[in-house]
């Protein structure tokens, strides 16, 4: 079976869940959303969720993973970039069979941004299309490494002290790189 179909089958049941909604509407290049709006969280029961945040305004992109946990961190609303739907499918994969908190350290990244924390101007996050996930002791790391290539298709990691980094940018070279 198309992997992806499946995922997006799965992602489609959980919305359904969350929201006892049935129609989607699909936004190019973000994911699925439920019909009627990009909808707010007062609905979602959240003891569900990975993130319990005041904020009611974010907008679930799968069961795990919010549209604003990938948003640049500078707040400059991310220009005309979007977070790849692909690495959010691929990331929501993983945090299903893991069953823990995946905590995204940081998704896009505008050039502004992405040079001010010292990273070069190539990155995949500034394409949107990479992700970082916290990571800080050697056991967390060995099974999201495991994961992250056996239950998503990741193909091109990057090992920092305190993250895993992941990115769905097929232009670069599979691997895994050391920062
Ligand atoms: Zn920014």
Not at 163 to 177: A, L, Q, S, T
């Amino acid at each position: 079976m198309n992997l992806i179909r499946w995922i997006k089958n799965k992602i489609r049941k959980y919305l359904k869940l969350l929201n006892n909604v049935e129609e989607f509407t699909e936004v190019e290049g973000v994911g699925l959303f439920p019909k009627e709006s990009l909808r707010h969280r007062d609905n979602i029961n959240t003891d569900e969720l990975m993130t319990v945040n005041d904020n009611r305004n974010m907008t679930q992109l799968t069961k795990h993973f919010t549209k604003e946990e990938f948003d640049c961190q500078c707040k400059c609303g991310n220009g005309d970039v979007i977070i790849s739907e692909k690495l959010v499918y691929e990331l929501e994969t993983v945090r299903e069979y893991y069953g823990k908190p995946m905590r995204i350290t940081s998704g896009i990244r505008c050039l502004a941004h992405n040079r001010k924390i010292g990273s070069r101007d190539t990155s995949s996050h500034i394409k949107g299309l990479a992700a970082d996930i916290s990571c800080t002791d050697m056991g967390t790391r060995l099974e999201l490494v495991k994961r992250l290539l056996r239950d998503g298709e990741f193909t091109r990691l990057g090992i920092n002290r305190d993250f895993i980094h992941v990115d769905v940018d097929y232009d670069k070279p599979k691997g895994i790189f050391l920062y």
